[in-house]
């Protein structure tokens, strides 16, 4: 039994999990050609967590995260996974990396975004989303620019999945800002948890706009009934999309064997272990 870790949560709808589950089973088969330990499956909840007796500590004996154990069994909480001292790879957003999850993490490659509209090799964008309403959704720009109707915008209720999200949040204030605007367009701010409630609130009235990324924009697509009420009226500017993480004492050959894995498996980009900021 392997004694690492591994979970790719950022895209695990429920309608989705069997091509999760053989997402993961190419990767771990990838890894065991590569001599790595890798385990069986993927996570989905804090019970399948090592235990860390006293919580998780950084380099400096500083609490960071608290025992797995301690918290809701049948939930999964996305910054214990990311900090578990057990984590051979898992899937963040460049939100929580740039808020400091970086320090405790190493970046072990980029997935690739070309199956989906809006994104590009490494590089992905959100789709900015209104009630339908009549009209055909915006195509995502050839130029990876952003897109942002601003008069369309202006005045109506924003709902964001999580304050610390790049996709929902983060990337379209800074689309904003660059254009000489700022969040205070929007008539009213809320959170929603998560892109499909985001989507869903707007089909039901409860908010008007939101920025969806374009993976799970596509998975809405699919699974998603309240997706056909919602379109696609602009796109945030193309951004590395969600990296692909290991623990920070994670041994150098075996990230870079990894690396290696991931780029066999699905081309996706190495990464070197210094995070830049993503702008």
Same mark, same amino acid.
């Given at each position: 039994?392997?004694? +690492?870790?591994?979970?790719?949560?950022?895209?695990?709808?429920?309608?989705?999990?069997?091509?999760?589950?053989?997402?993961?089973?190419?990767?771990? !088969?990838? +890894?065991?050609?590569?001599?790595?330990?890798?385990?069986?499956?993927?996570?989905?909840?804090?019970?399948?967590?090592?235990?860390?007796?006293? %919580?998780?500590?950084?380099?400096? *004996?500083?609490?960071?995260?608290?025992?797995?154990?301690?918290?809701? /069994?049948?939930?999964?909480?996305?910054?214990?996974?990311?900090?578990?001292?057990?984590?051979?790879?898992?899937? #963040?957003?460049?939100? /929580?990396?740039?808020?400091?999850?970086?320090?405790?993490?190493?970046?072990?490659?980029?997935?690739?975004?070309?199956?989906? !509209?809006?994104?590009? &090799?490494?590089?992905?964008?959100?789709?900015?989303?209104?009630?339908? &309403?009549?009209?055909?959704?915006?195509?995502?720009?050839?130029?990876?620019?952003?897109?942002? /109707?601003?008069?369309?915008?202006?005045?109506?209720?924003?709902?964001?999945?999580?304050?610390?999200?790049?996709?929902?949040?983060? *990337?379209? #204030?800074?689309?904003?800002?660059?254009? *000489?605007?700022?969040?205070?367009?929007?008539?009213?701010?809320? !959170?929603? %948890? *998560?892109?499909?409630?985001?989507?869903?609130?707007?089909?039901?009235?409860?908010?008007?706009?939101?920025?969806?990324?374009?993976?799970?924009?596509?998975?809405?697509?699919?699974?998603?009934?309240?997706?056909?009420?919602?379109?696609?009226?602009?796109?945030?500017?193309?951004?590395?999309?969600?990296?692909?993480?290991?623990?920070? #004492?994670?041994?150098?050959?075996?990230?870079?064997?990894?690396?290696?894995?991931?780029?066999?498996?699905?081309? &996706?980009?190495?990464?070197? /272990?210094?995070?830049?900021?993503?702008?």
């Amino acid at each position: 039994m392997s004694k +690492f870790v591994a979970a790719l949560p950022m895209y695990d709808w429920s309608e989705a999990r069997g091509e999760v589950d053989a997402q993961w089973a190419l990767l771990r !088969e990838a +890894f065991r050609q590569r001599g790595i330990d890798a385990p069986e499956s993927v996570v989905r909840s804090n019970r399948e967590l090592p235990a860390v007796p006293g %919580g998780i500590l950084d380099d400096a *004996g500083e609490l960071i995260a608290p025992d797995p154990a301690t918290l809701p /069994p049948d939930e999964l909480d996305f910054h214990q996974l990311w900090l578990s001292p057990a984590l051979l790879f898992g899937q #963040t957003c460049w939100g /929580p990396m740039e808020l400091g999850l970086a320090r405790h993490v190493r970046v072990v490659a980029q997935p690739n975004y070309d199956a989906f !509209e809006g994104g590009q &090799g490494e590089l992905y964008s959100s789709a900015v989303v209104m009630a339908a &309403g009549g009209g055909s959704s915006v195509a995502s720009p050839q130029n990876a620019k952003a897109l942002i /109707p601003i008069d369309l915008l202006r005045g109506r209720r924003f709902t964001f999945n999580n304050p610390d999200s790049m996709s929902g949040l983060i *990337g379209l #204030t800074r689309d904003l800002e660059a254009m *000489g605007e700022s969040l205070d367009i929007f008539a009213s701010r809320s !959170e929603s %948890g *998560g892109h499909r409630s985001s989507i869903v609130a707007i089909a039901e009235g409860r908010a008007d706009i939101a920025a969806i990324d374009c993976q799970s924009w596509a998975l809405a697509q699919r699974f998603e009934p309240a997706a056909r009420e919602v379109k696609v009226v602009g796109w945030t500017a193309r951004r590395k999309g969600l990296p692909y993480i290991t623990a920070r #004492t994670t041994p150098a050959p075996i990230i870079a064997a990894m690396r290696e894995a991931v780029a066999a498996v699905e081309g &996706g980009a190495s990464e070197q /272990p210094l995070v830049q900021r993503v702008g």
